[in-house]
């Protein structure tokens, strides 16, 4: 059975995922997270966002000396390893179907991770590396080394996790493709291409992906695409409304492709006056 055979199911919460007891919710065969980094008022600092405009002629802007979000600077990594731990299926007795989490973080925060881990199970690490072929770090690039890779962790308990390899070698560095059609919600918001590509190889169609800290919701879009069940967990009211939009609007489109095969309500913007009676008479 083909990912586009199983029903498309995201369940996204304007909720902290420490309250995830009040959802009813299922485990998860891979956990997928983007903390915070901790960067406090530095983010913005390499990024012309910090001047009006992109130019620093014009002065600060109002994102100079800030933050991406006032959650960055009490993130609280044990809370969120034990979320984890909590929601991911049972260790099989069966080899290739453990599961994992796979964690986006800051070059120095894998240290704390992989140490932590280890109080809640997860004994085992591999690290990854996002090369991009872009860089956020633009300002005076000319006049030093700047930053065009992001670092992660995959972490498991003791058996190795589901792997779907297609029989080829995957390396640990990966190239991140840039994803310039999903609407831009987040700040840090990430590839939905390097999700998809993650969450086929550490779940089946049908498996349950979670995001503890969703964002954007590109990780239940990744997982949608991929005929995979997601659920989320976003505090922040604008990030929940935008990602929830996006969602809906892509699970209509799956689902209008299903049963006409082509995205019905999308064809408006194809060519309005030829769609235009179509649409109306849905």
Known sequence: MSSNDHPVKFHLFNDH????????????????????????????GSNPAWYVDGDNANGASALAGTSFFDTDKDFR?????????????????????????????EFEQQFELIEKAKKFGLNHYINLVFRKNFSAQVLKANMRIVGNCEYGLVLYRNKLPKFNNDGKMVFNCIEVERDTKTPKIHPTQKSVKLLERLIKIFTDAGDVVIDPVAGSGTTLLAAMNCGRVSYGFEIKKTFYRDALKVLNDRQTEIEEIKKYGIPISKMGDVNPTLFAPLLEAL
Do not use: R
């Open 77 to 105: 990594i044990t809370e969120f390893l034990n979320f984890c731990t909590t929601l991911m299926v049972k260790e099989p007795k069966e080899s290739g179907k453990a599961p994992c989490m796979i964690v986006f973080c």
């Open 17 to 44: 995922f420490q309250n995830w007891k009040s959802h009813l919710i299922q485990k998860a065969q891979l956990v997928i997270a983007d903390i915070p980094y901790n960067v406090g008022k530095n983010a913005y």
